[in-house]
């Protein structure tokens, strides 16, 4: 089965709010982590990504935090905008097992106006 | 840059039938991936090709599924024959290699199976 999982499936969130969804893996040999965005009728698109040997990643109104001791990942999303409103899934590479690139289930985001 | 590229974009068929999915992806790119992602859940990895070479293909059903990539550019997805659980999206993704590199997604091809 997968290894990575999100804890919520759906979260709403104010226009302009911060966002912050959250993601549990279990492969603690995993040690590249990637963030996707997936709008409705279209492919992921890449985020932000880390790697394990970093706690914390910052990008342009993103930051990816990686807790190693409790196998937890998370996306902050600052000033949510509806244009952030989208499923999004956290995606580890197993290394260990040819690089595989394995999906979480998702987290639906909905921005109110 | 050029994107992933897939066709084609819907597909409907009836059970038992047969049906093929194109991939052709970013040029250079070593790594490709397909993915079968069913409604509401996440993308499901099918099958990984580094080059012209199967990584990984411990979750494709190969009863009916079959993929190849042709002098590790192009990649053909078929499934032969469908069953109503296999209506979903197929996307396909490619990377410069799997080490420290995102994979870029094609749009995918939703195929519906009736």
């Known amino acids: 089965g997968e290894s990575v999982g999100l804890h919520l499936p759906t979260l709403s969130v104010q226009e302009g709010d911060n966002s912050i969804i959250n993601c549990a893996y279990s492969?603690?040999?995993?040690?590249?982590f990637i963030w996707y965005k997936q709008e409705s009728g279209k492919g992921p698109q890449f985020i932000i990504d880390i790697r394990s040997n970093m706690d914390k990643r910052q990008g342009q109104r993103v930051t990816v935090l990686l807790n190693k001791t409790v196998k937890h990942l998370s996306l902050q999303i600052a000033a949510t905008q509806p244009g952030d409103s989208a499923v999004y899934f956290c995606?580890?590479?197993?290394?260990?097992?040819?690089?595989?690139?394995?999906f979480g289930q998702g987290t639906e985001l909905s921005v109110k106006p | 840059e050029a994107g992933v590229a897939q066709s084609p974009r819907y597909k409907i068929i009836e059970k038992r039938q047969s049906v093929a999915f194109w991939c052709n992806p970013i040029?250079?790119?070593?790594?490709l991936y397909w993915y079968q992602q069913i409604l509401g859940q996440g993308p499901k990895l099918l099958i990984q090709?580094?080059?012209?070479?199967?990584?990984?293909d411990s979750q494709l059903p190969k009863d009916r599924f079959s993929a190849e990539r042709l002098k590790g550019v192009d990649s053909t997805l078929k499934i032969q024959p469908a069953k109503l659980e296999d209506s979903a999206v197929y996307l396909c993704?490619?990377?410069?290699?799997?080490?420290?590199?995102?994979?870029?997604f094609g749009q995918g091809t939703r195929l519906t199976v009736v």
């Open positions: 040029s250079g790119h070593a790594t």
């Open positions: 993704a490619s990377s410069l290699h799997s080490a420290y590199t995102e994979a870029f």
């Open positions: 995606a580890e590479i197993l290394y260990n097992q040819g690089g595989k690139l394995i």
């Open positions: 090709f580094q080059n012209n070479g199967v990584v990984d």
């Open positions: 492969n603690s040999a995993s040690d590249y």
